[in-house]
Structures are given as structure tokens and as C-alpha cells.
Antibody
Framework: QVQLVESGGGVVQPGRSLRLSCAAS????????MHWVRQAPGKGLEWVAV????????NYADSVKGRLTISRDESKNTLYLEMDSLRSEDTAVYYC???????????????WGQGTPVTVSS | DIQMTQSPSTLSAFVGDRVTITCRAS??????LAWYQQKPGKAPKLLMQ???SLESGVPSRFSGSGSGTEFTLTISRLHPDDFATYYC?????????FGQGTKLDIK
């Protein structure tokens, strides 16, 4: 069955960096677009970024553009989110989610990981 | 960005009740709308896409309708397991956006 397992979250100071990982199993990773979605404490859901099945297409929410970078490693069946210049407003649980298709366009979030919490605080 | 507005924000109901949640988009999104259910401390679960297409394994008491800018999620007879927070999401255009959520709790 599809499994997505996030890791790498933690407490980090403002302005510092963090890398999140999402290990995928139970499906052919290279066939599907992947997303990051986050949820601030007590708040709703916010889409963060998408990467197409082949890594050629990426898109980001304006709130993270230029600071967060999505990538994937097919050899490791792993999705990444490189987070730089972190701000307090980046504090959230970060979920990776699988797209039903490969392009990343017209996407819903079909399968979700359990999430990894990130706290940005001095 | 397309703004998604859900109503009500909270809803109290009894087991067995029929409930409806409304989601409005700030511009037309055709039927590019999904619904999710989230329980405390858990990841969201996709219930429905294309406004009315139920995901495999989702009980038939859930139904969706609408197109353009107004959509509804209806639960015909509430089960104890249905008490959760529900989110709509538009995927007509980037950035994909969610409604603020509707918390459904037991009366």
C-alpha cells in the first residue's frame, strides 16, 4: 500500500535552514507528481509546493518562493523540501502528499504522510 | 489567488442528522473542487474530487455537488466517525487553495 513517511522536522532559529524528507513506498515513485502542504498550529491547510513526476516542473506558493525548494531523488524514492531563511510564520506541520497524476497540474492530494512538525523560534 | 470560503465554520449536529457544508470560490473553478476530512492529530483524507466524485472506500452517505463558484458537501446520516473538520480545495489554478475549514462536532 502507499506509504509516505516524513522526517527532518524540529526546532530551528529564524534565518536558519532545515531539510525535510519524505520517503515513499508502495507505488512507482517516478510516475507521480508530489506536493508539500503545511498546517500552522490550530490553523487550516496551505499548499506549499509541487514537483512533477520527472522533476522538470516545480511551482511554489508566493509565501515560500525563493526560500523553500522542492526536489526529488528517484534512486531513493524520496521527496525533499529544502527550507532556507526560515521565519516564524513557517512554523507548521509539513505533510508530503501524492498526486493522482504526473504533471502536478489540476491536482488533488490523494495520499498523505503523517506530517513532520517544524518550529521556527529563537 | 482564488479565495475559498466555507460556511459554517462550526457545525453541531446529532448522530443521524443530515448536514450540509457550503464552499464558495472567489471566481469560477468549474468542478475542480475536492473535499477532505481531517481528524485531530491526523493527516487529511481525500473524500471527493471533481466536486462530486467519491473516492474509493468513502461511504455513500457523503455526496457533493456544485460547479462554478458554489459547492456543497452533504452527509446524509451522521455517524459517530464523521465528527471531524472538513476542508474544500480548489485545483483550477495555482496556487491551490483551501477553505478555512468547517468543524463538525457532536451535539
Amino acid at each position: 500500500q502507499v506509504q509516505l513517511v516524513e522526517s527532518g522536522g524540529g526546532v530551528v532559529q529564524p534565518g536558519r535552514s532545515l531539510r525535510l524528507s519524505c520517503a515513499a513506498s508502495g507505488f512507482i515513485f517516478s510516475n507521480y507528481a508530489m506536493h508539500w502542504v503545511r498546517q500552522a498550529p490550530g490553523k487550516g491547510l496551505e499548499w506549499v509546493a509541487v514537483i512533477s513526476y520527472d522533476g522538470r516542473y516545480k511551482n511554489y506558493a508566493d509565501s515560500v518562493k525563493g526560500r523553500l525548494t522542492i526536489s526529488r531523488d528517484e534512486s531513493k524514492n524520496t521527496l525533499y523540501l529544502e527550507m532556507d531563511s526560515l521565519r516564524s510564520e513557517d512554523t507548521a506541520v509539513y505533510y508530503c502528499a501524492r498526486d493522482p497524476r504526473g504533471s502536478g497540474w489540476f491536482s488533488v492530494f490523494e495520499y498523505w504522510g503523517q506530517g513532520t512538525p517544524v518550529t521556527v523560534s529563537s | 489567488d482564488i479565495q475559498m470560503t466555507q460556511s459554517p465554520s462550526t457545525l453541531s449536529a446529532f448522530v443521524g442528522d443530515r448536514v450540509t457544508i457550503t464552499c464558495r470560490a472567489s471566481q469560477s473553478i468549474s468542478t475542480w473542487l475536492a473535499w477532505y476530512q481531517q481528524k485531530p492529530g491526523k493527516a487529511p483524507k481525500l473524500l471527493m474530487q471533481k466536486a462530486s466524485s467519491l473516492e474509493s472506500g468513502v461511504p455513500s452517505r457523503f455526496s457533493g455537488s456544485g460547479s462554478g463558484t458554489e459547492f456543497t458537501l452533504t452527509i446524509s446520516r451522521l455517524h459517530p466517525d464523521d465528527f471531524a473538520t472538513y476542508y474544500c480545495q480548489q485545483y483550477n489554478s495555482f496556487p491551490y487553495t483551501f477553505g478555512q475549514g468547517t468543524k463538525l462536532d457532536i451535539k
